[in-house]
Each structure stands twice: as structure tokens, then as C-alpha cells.
């Protein structure tokens, strides 16, 4: 994972401000290193003078992948093409990668461009259609003076672009003070390209001077020339004709479930490099983000099947000091409660109740539990820092889910392995640990694909299967342009990589290729089993799975917001509303 500051002048080179590189080594802090070239594009008439570009290049690199630290920018020293690359990249045209990614890609792109200008747009395209992972990347071709930048399809890295007051275009991972005017989310709908080697009139402003092109993603398996090939097939809107059966732990649809996401996650936590001053049997490699549901907890159990038994786990649950329900609870206790305003809260106390059951069919490894508690003075005193981050979004509502990631994701809190304890007002834990672990696992992404929201039953009431269908159909088709570059300028804050098993695109791929009565419960008669009876529609598929796994009480687990389960909701009294902008 890694940090990415560009700049493209026509005047003069422009360097990062020293708050987006402290901002940038935050995420980044094992590598920082700049790199600059100038390119000259001479006049056609041979009368007018040349017009030179100044590219400024920054990286900074959190080293996940292969045996030693690979700095960034990458530079090929033949041609002087240069690549920044912000990802991991699991698989190349179907094949996993073994050691350091970065390299790879580099190399990749070096041939897809080759020294033929007249297919190395096609072949750029080609090569980025191959990869599948995440990623956001600033590449350019030297031998043809282009420079492409792009997010995957799906978002997972973050991106912004804009251009600053002096007209300079700027390309960065992060959001400073003085971009917060100008920066907007790179879009997702494809790759986006500036050819540098036509030569412009000089006076032309620097918005004609930059001409962007798309390059966008299709759906087609065989798109036309000048798309890229999208990993994410439409969704199958197939209706029932007859009544289908009840789905149950033996279904091929839930046993093909369990071993695809086992799969994804192999991926994502297998050959983790060691962190810094890790010690054996004692540090964790991987973490999860831990409010005790349904999604999280799968990935823990499933975790735990592919790591080796003598590695911890680390549990990341976080709770808030909520003023605006401590004194309505207050008000409405005649009895003082023994556990704290942290232990009261909702995903503490589910949190608590999985790790005991993890506890219980794991019960060989080390589920280290982690109870974050956030007092409201700490979290004010964050506030700026965390706008900072989330920028451009700036409602009431981005600051209390990036609140919650914010303070997850620094992984601070008090650590214990024993399921049973639960400290009370009196004895509440204070010492401090924090989280040796720089790879968090979420269960984002589950909630749209398997109908897991509330609007998911409301639409399936509203029209049957055909209203569900189009409600999860426009939530998978707009993963990419919500709210996950937000999500990683805020988890990455605190130099851990975040990674989502359920957006795979293999994974997502063949979740949306499937019926939708084989994902949720709406529409299906009851199993007729003890075990599942009464269970939740939405994500039954998943229940199942964690019902499979010996998660019973899991399954059973209601969808919660993080912004209610763990108190940053509405701290101060008021009317606001989540979508109202922030002062």
C-alpha cells in the first residue's frame, strides 16, 4: 500500500506541500522518494519555441509484498517512463502473483506501451484489463510522452485530481488544506490518459493544454477497441418460474459460498511479511475490524482454518463515549449499570458475545481482543485531523463512519484473550496495547451483494423479486463511486492497508452471475431445520455459511450501521441530519 502525489506543469516543477508528505508517510512509512523530469514537445512549424512539461512524481510505499522494501517511483532507466502504483495486484490475467507486485505491473505497462505509438494505447488497456485487485496508479510513457492514472472499477484506492490555482494539474492519494477546493474523487469509470507529445499554442490555458481522455470500462467480454475489458459482469436478472426451494447448510450454492470466499481470503492474508519488531507466536500479521456481525466474524473463522494455529488474531472493536446517550441513559436508569458506557455499546456487546463463540470452535489459537474506547474529548480533539482525511466528502455522516474507521484502524485499545472477561466501571482495563498488524480485513461489500441492508426487504415487498433484484443491482453498480476512496484515506492513515475479501472481483463476479434466491432468504419457504429456523433473510446465503463454520449465534446476528454500533452517530444534541454538510 502506498501513497501517490503528480504533478503535471507547463511553467514550473510543483512539489507536494510538506503536509501532504507527512500526510503521505502516514500511510506509507517504510519508503518516501520524489523523482522529476522535464519533457520538451517541439513545434511542428519549427518557428515557435518549444513547449516544455515538468512532471513531478511522489511516493511513499508500506511494504506488503516480497522480501525487502521496493521504493517508489518506479523508474525504467532505458526509456525514463516512471510508474506509481498504489495496490495489490493478486492475479495477471488469471495467474497469482508470487513475490513483489509493483515490479510486475512496472514491467507490464513497460511492454504494453513498447516503442509502436500507434497500439500502445490498445496494449495499455490490454495489460490493465488483466489485473485483478485494487489499485490506483499514475504511470507514464516516456516513449510516447502519455501519461494514464486510474482507480480499479471498483474504487478500493483512493484518488483525487484537480487543478490548483496556478492551473498546474495535480494527482494525489490525500487531501491537503490548500487542494480541499479543487481535489475531486478520480472517477471509476475507466483509465484516463493525456497525450503530452502533440504540441499545443503555449498561451492556451492549462485545462486545454491537459485534454483528458477516457478510456472506459465495458461489461462486454469482448469490448470494442479502446475499452477496457471489466472484470464485473451485469448482474443476473433471471425471475423464478416456479417456487424455489429453501436454501439450507447444504445447498451447493452455500458450500460453493464458503470454499470462493475462502479462496479470496487465502489471497489476501497468506505470506504477510513479518511487521516491524514482530515476535513469534506473540504479534499479529492480521487484524480484523471487529464489531461482532455477521461479516467480520466469517472472516475471522475462516482466517483461522488458513493461518497457522500459533498466530494471533487480533479482534478491532470500537466503542465511543456518546454524550447525547449517555445522558439519555442516565435519565432513564434508576439504577446505576455496572458496566461502562464502552461495554453498553452495541458492537461491544456483540463484539464480546463472537469472540466468545470464536473462542469456543476455535479454541487453539489466539483470539486477542482488542476494546478501543474513544472518550468524546479524544474524539473532538481528532475532528480536524479526521475531516482532513475524508476530504471532499463533508457531511455529518462521513465524519461519524470515518470517526469509527479513524480510531479502529490506529488499533490502540486494550488487549485481552479471555472470552469471559468483561471489566465493569470499577476495574475497566487502562493499559494500552496496540495492533502489530498492518493488514485490517472488512466485511464491506457482503451487505450489497447478499441483500443485507433494510431497503432490500422493503424493495422485495414493494415488487418481489424483480424490485430486490434492481435494488441490489444499483448497489453493486455503484461500489466504485461511493464511499471506499473516503474509507482508505482514512484507514490508511495510521500505515495499515485494509482489504475486502467480499470485492474480490472473482468473488464479486460470480455472486452476481447467481439467482438472487440462492443470496438471500426473501421469497423462499422455511427450511424446516431447528438450526435455521428464524433466521434473518437478508444474507441467509451467509448465515448459512457461518452456521456450517459452528457460528450459530453469528448467524443470527442483526445488520447494524458502524456509526450506531459503535456510538459516533449524533454525539451533540440537535436536528442535523447525516447528508447535512459539515461547517
Given at each position: ?12 516543477p510543483t512539489?507536494?506541500?510538506?503536509e ?29 519555441l ?18 525487502h522494501?521496493y521504493?517508489?517511483?518506479l ?16 492475479k ?14 512496472f514491467?507490464?505497462f ?26 490506483a ?29 496556478y ?30 507529445k ?13 485534454q ?11 469490448p470494442?477497441?479502446?475499452h ?28 460453493e ?6 479462496q ?16 513469534a ?5 492480521t ?11 466469517l ?18 472493536n ?6 447525547r ?5 442516565k ?6 449499570s455496572p ?14 458475545s ?13 483470539w ?12 473532538l ?27 479502529a ?19 475497566e ?12 480485513l ?22 418481489g423479486?424483480?424490485?430486490l ?28 492497508e ?17 439467482p ?67 461547517t
Amino acid at each position: 500500500m502506498c501513497g501517490i502525489f503528480f504533478s503535471l506543469s507547463s511553467s514550473n516543477p510543483t512539489s507536494p506541500t510538506q503536509e501532504t508528505c507527512e500526510l503521505l508517510q502516514k500511510r506509507g512509512p517504510d519508503s518516501h522518494k520524489t523523482h522529476t523530469l522535464q519533457t520538451d514537445i517541439e513545434a511542428q512549424n519549427g518557428e515557435s519555441l518549444p513547449l516544455s512539461y515538468y512532471l513531478t512524481f511522489t511516493s511513499t510505499v508500506l511494504s506488503l509484498r516480497g522480501d525487502h522494501v521496493y521504493s517508489q517511483p518506479l523508474v525504467d532507466s532505458k526509456t525514463q517512463s516512471v510508474l506509481c502504483w498504489n495496490g495489490e495486484a493478486w492475479k495477471i490475467a488469471g495467474e497469482r502473483l508470487q513475490d513483489n507486485d509493483t515490479e510486475q505491473i512496472f514491467n507490464l505497462f513497460l511492454q504494453a506501451v513498447g516503442n509502436d505509438p500507434t497500439d500502445s494505447v490498445i496494449n495499455i488497456v490490454e495489460a490493465i484489463s488483466s489485473i485483478s485487485g485494487p489499485f490506483a496508479f499514475v504511470f507514464y510513457d516516456a516513449v510516447n510522452s502519455r501519461l494514464f492514472y486510474s482507480r480499479d472499477c471498483l474504487g478500493r484506492r483512493s484518488l483525487l485530481e484537480g487543478f490548483d490555482e496556478y492551473g498546474n494539474l495535480k494527482i494525489c492519494s490525500v487531501c491537503d488544506s490548500a487542494s480541499v477546493d479543487y481535489f475531486k474523487e478520480v472517477g471509476t469509470e475507466g483509465v484516463y490518459a493525456i497525450d503530452l507529445k502533440r504540441y499545443h499554442d503555449p498561451s492556451m490555458s492549462p485545462r486545454e493544454l491537459y485534454q483528458t481522455k477516457t478510456i472506459p470500462w465495458s461489461s462486454d467480454p469482448t469490448p470494442s477497441v479502446g475499452h477496457l475489458r471489466k472484470s464485473i459482469p451485469p448482474m443476473n436478472t433471471s425471475l423464478p418460474t416456479e417456487q424455489p426451494p429453501a436454501l439450507t447448510t447444504d445447498s451447493v450454492f452455500v458450500k460453493e459460498l464458503e470454499y470462493n470466499l475462502r479462496q479470496s481470503l487465502e489471497l489476501r492474508i497468506q505470506n504477510i511479511p513479518n511487521p516491524p519488531d514482530y515476535v513469534a507466536g506473540q504479534s499479529a500479521k492480521t487484524a480484523v475490524l471487529f464489531s461482532g456481525g455477521l461479516d467480520c466474524t466469517l472472516l475471522a473463522r475462516l482466517s483461522h482454518d488458513i493461518l497457522p494455529q500459533n498466530e494471533p488474531i487480533d479482534l478491532i472493536n470500537v466503542a465511543f463515549e456518546n454524550p447525547r446517550v449517555a445522558a439519555a441513559a442516565k435519565a432513564n436508569q434508576k439504577t446505576p449499570s455496572p458496566l461502562s458506557i464502552y461495554e453498553n455499546c452495541p458492537d461491544r456487546i456483540t463484539g464480546r458475545s463472537a469472540h466468545a463463540e470464536l473462542q469456543k470452535v476455535c479454541p487453539g489459537r489466539v483470539w486477542r481482543f482488542i476494546a478501543i474506547n474513544i472518550p468524546y474529548s479524544e474524539c473532538l480533539s481528532h475532528r480536524d485531523q479526521v475531516k482532513r482525511l475524508m476530504r471532499p466528502h463533508n457531511t455529518e455522516m462521513d465524519l461519524s463512519i470515518a470517526c469509527a474507521l479513524y480510531f479502529a484502524s490506529r488499533g490502540q485499545g486494550a488487549a485481552n484473550s479471555d472470552p469471559l472477561y468483561i471489566p465493569d466501571t470499577q476495574t475497566e482495563d487502562t493499559s494500552v496495547y496496540t495492533s502489530t498488524s498492518r493488514v485490517l480485513l472488512s466485511g464491506l461489500g457482503a451487505d450489497e451483494l447478499f441483500a443485507g441492508y433494510g431497503r432490500h426487504g422493503v424493495a422485495f415487498n414493494r415488487g418481489g423479486f424483480e424490485s430486490l433484484i434492481a435494488e441490489i443491482d444499483l448497489d453493486v453498480s455503484r461500489l466504485g463511486s461511493r464511499n471506499l476512496g473516503r474509507d482508505d484515506r482514512v484507514l490508511s492513515h495510521w500505515g495499515r492497508e485494509t482489504r475486502f475479501p467480499f470485492l474480490d472481483e472473482e468473488f464479486v463476479s460470480w455472486v452476481v452471475r447467481a439467482p438472487v434466491w440462492e443470496k438471500c432468504g426473501f421469497g423462499l419457504p422455511a427450511s424446516g431445520s431447528d438450526a435455521t429456523s428464524g433466521i434473518d433473510c437478508e444474507k441467509l446465503a451467509l448465515r448459512l455459511v457461518a452456521i456450517r463454520l459452528g457460528m450459530v449465534r453469528v448467524a443470527r446476528e442483526k445488520k447494524r450501521a458502524i456509526q450506531f454500533g459503535a456510538r459516533t452517530a449524533k454525539m451533540e444534541t440537535g436536528r442535523s441530519k447525516g447528508t447535512d454538510a459539515l461547517t
